[in-house]
């Protein structure tokens, strides 16, 4: 009875898998991903999330090229100012499923990604001066500016529904604040 009750759920899985299956080739095929980011401070007190939004579009049966947006809160040092940053820049995705099962229908989706960008961001530093009392007066200084981005890594999409899923990233590079490691992870609507 015991053995009967896991073949049916073994049998189930599968019947489902092939019914949320996608088509493997990615040409012609856009993708919206809605995602938020944590990442790897190189500060201990950095506390950075980044929300961003991708566009891709299948150029060839392996390959997606899209461009990227976002906006990241950062907090750190024991004063708490927070940097704000938008984030930018294109990437080019390597969808391997389609070389492994030319001719199946999955609904996972694994892919090498990369990413070069940049990022603007402002922030206020907390600063002081001393005055003729030798009394700290403290003040703000605004930083703004531009760096670049970049990072390559792995990805993976589970279709939940034909064309709606979820999808989480893992990347190393160089991201905004110096950061090296990013974790992603969100929706993905593909048609």
Known sequence: MKHTKILLIIIICLLSLNVLAQENSINNTWKIKLGFGLHKAYNPNCKPISYQLELDYGVLDYFEIGLYGGFALVKSYPVD?????????????????????????????????GK???DYFKDNELEYNLDNKGYKKFFTIDNIGNTFEYGMGIGMSFYVFPQVGVFGEFNMGKFFSNEHKNLRAGLVFKW
């Open 81 to 113: 100012p927070i940097r704000n940053v938008i984030v930018y820049g294109t990437n080019l995705n390597f969808h391997i499923i389609p070389l492994i099962f030319p001719n199946k229908k999955m609904p996972i989706d694994v892919y090498f990604s």
């Open 116 to 118: 070069v960008g940049g």
